[in-house]
T-cell receptor, first 116, second 112 residues
Framework: GAGVSQSPSNKVTEKGKDVELRCDPI?????LYWYRQSLGQGLEFLIY????????KSGLPSDRFSAERTGGSVSTLTIQRTQQEDSAVYLC??????????????FGPGTRLTVL | SQQGEEDPQALSIQEGENATMNCSYK?????LQWYRQNSGRGLVHLIL?????REKHSGRLRVTLDTSKKSSSLLITASRAADTASYFC????????????FGEGTQLTVNP
């Protein structure tokens, strides 16, 4: 079946502009995660959605970052007033269950964001 | 603080040799997972080991977990050039919900 998809695959923007990144999780997966990965680094957790529960936003680096998940499926990560340090690959993942469950996370291909 | 930390940071071996990568973590976990990443893009899940398990196998992969030492190892046997990638361990902590905490990875290069 279809995996996690993300769009766009690449985004180049100018400093100060807003960007929206989209994630389509695997159908039926209740949990959705956003991570970002700077060059040569591991993944940094940003935000986690589980069903209808309030999202865990504890990883968002600043109030310029926000995310929503509509209808329990597609998610959009928005970065306002982008800065050069926001340049990274933004990865989305989904899983069947969260909260200590034993379902692995399945990752999308990522969006490479470059802020000039 | 860094939860998962892999070592070595980089490993270069010849095709056919075994590759061992290690991961250490700091807090109690529900499970530990290993992922592979090619070319800095999407991660592929390799194997998940529960906190009450000590060893798990999947094909040429063998993962061990020592919760007393808060460490895990990933062994790839009979390596192939196609195994060249970055390998990350990720922990699902007891107190962190289901968010995964990743280490910075080991870059494995398998030379043909």
């Amino acid at each position: 079946g279809a995996g996690v998809s993300q769009s766009p695959s690449n985004k180049v923007t100018e400093k100060g502009k807003d960007v929206e990144l989209r994630c389509d999780p695997i159908s039926g997966h209740t949990a959705l995660y956003w991570y970002r990965q700077s060059l040569g680094q591991g993944l940094e957790f940003l935000i986690y959605f589980q069903g209808n529960s309030a999202p865990d936003k504890s990883g968002l680096p600043s109030d310029r970052f926000s995310a929503e998940r509509t209808g329990g499926s597609v998610s959009t990560l928005t970065i306002q007033r982008t800065q050069q340090e926001d340049s990274a690959v933004y990865l989305c993942a989904s899983s069947l269950v969260g909260a200590g469950g034993l379902s692995p996370q399945y990752f999308g291909p990522g969006t490479r964001l470059t802020v000039l | 603080s860094q939860q998962g930390e892999e070592d070595p940071q980089a490993l270069s071996i010849q095709e056919g040799e075994n590759a061992t990568m290690n991961c250490s973590y700091k807090t109690s976990i529900n499970n530990l997972q290993w992922y592979r990443q090619n070319s800095g893009r999407g991660l592929v899940h390799l194997i998940l080991i529960r906190s009450n398990e000590r060893e798990k196998h999947s094909g040429r992969l063998r993962v061990t977990l020592d919760t007393s030492k808060k460490s895990s190892s990933l062994l790839i046997t009979a390596s192939r050039a196609a195994d060249t990638a970055s390998y990350f361990c990720a922990t699902d902590g007891e107190t962190s919900g289901s968010r995964l905490t990743f280490g910075e990875g080991t870059q494995l290069t398998v030379n043909p």
